[in-house]
């Protein structure tokens, strides 16, 4: 993808189901264009165009055996959209930690004030 970094290749790459489910596949064992289309119920040309857009994003590499041409997945690309991702899940980890923590805080106060509401020799 010319003009666009990796990681926008990547995710660019990964929005799409069709594309994801190629890449469980491959996941589990490299496969050729006709066992990657048998489960889906798309045309072995629109997987062969998903293809090129995995493998232009690097998530995939081909190599050719006789006259088949193996699909492998290449964790690499993964990795770092993993990692990217991780990044945020620590901030939204941390920012809802101080959320229960705050939401914990207003609940005792308001217990406090129930029960002062409830016994007035509280307010004492």
Not at 29 to 44: F, K, Q, W
Not at 53 to 81: D, F, N, T
Not at 94 to 112: I, K, P
Request: hydrophobic share 45%; net charge neutral; charged share 30%.
């Amino acid at each position: 993808m010319a003009g666009t970094d990796q990681l926008s290749a990547v995710f660019s790459a990964l929005a799409d189901p069709t594309r994801r489910a190629i890449i469980a596949e491959l996941a589990e064992r490299d496969a050729t264009v006709t066992e990657l289309t048998a489960p889906l119920s798309i045309s072995m040309p629109a997987v062969s165009r998903h293809l090129k857009v995995l493998e232009r994003a690097a998530l995939i590499s081909r190599s050719r055996s006789g006259k088949w041409r193996a699909s492998h997945l290449e964790s690499a690309p993964l990795r770092e959209a993993a990692d990217w991702i991780e990044r945020y899940r620590r901030f939204w980890d941390s920012s809802l930690t101080r959320l229960d923590a705050h939401l914990a805080a207003v609940q005792a106060a308001g217990r406090a004030t129930d029960r002062m509401a409830d016994d007035p020799r509280e307010l004492e």
